[in-house]
């Protein structure tokens, strides 16, 4: 067994569970414009978090690149748990993956948790928004407009909807 590559996917494993973690506090940064409805503050805390979502992405395929490299040192399947490879190390290796991975699973748990927040904000102060056009627009109801204001005429065919607050 070649360490370099175990010890080469801990640390593309910590680095993605670091990047995760700063991808939370932009979450947050956002969620915090939202409610404040702070729009400039929206726009640049909305542009950071691309920015971490897009480091989430670049480690996250550097991490599946080092534990392809490394399941195939230890001539595991490719498809094989961190558990399963965990056994074919010796036992001072064993909780090191083992706790990495623990942490990585941990951000990732609580990235997706502030993520379906966020989302479940926005979801519902986009449906009382719209309920409240609807209330005080009942002539609009059922229309579709297009960028300029205007209503537009229905084609048949697929319709595409930016539902996006």
Known sequence: MD???LLTFIDRA???AKALDDFVDDQRAVAGAV???DWPKLQKALEKAVNAAE??????????DAWAAFLDDIGEAPDATV???????????????????RALRLSALR???????LS????????????AIETLFPDRKGRIYGKSGKPQSVRSGALILDTAL
Do not use: M, W
């Open 55 to 64: 480091i989430v992405a670049l480690r996250e395929t550097a991490r599946h």
């Open 35 to 37: 409610r404040a409805r």
């Open 3 to 5: 360490t370099k590559k």
């Open 111 to 117: 990235a997706r948790v502030e993520n379906d927040a």
């Open 83 to 101: 558990f399963r490879a965990s056994l074919a190390l010796p036992l001072e290796y064993r909780s090191v993956l083992n706790d990495t991975y």
């Open 14 to 16: 910590t680095g993605q």
């Open 120 to 131: 479940g904000f926005v979801g519902e102060a986009s449906s009382t928004l719209r309920q």
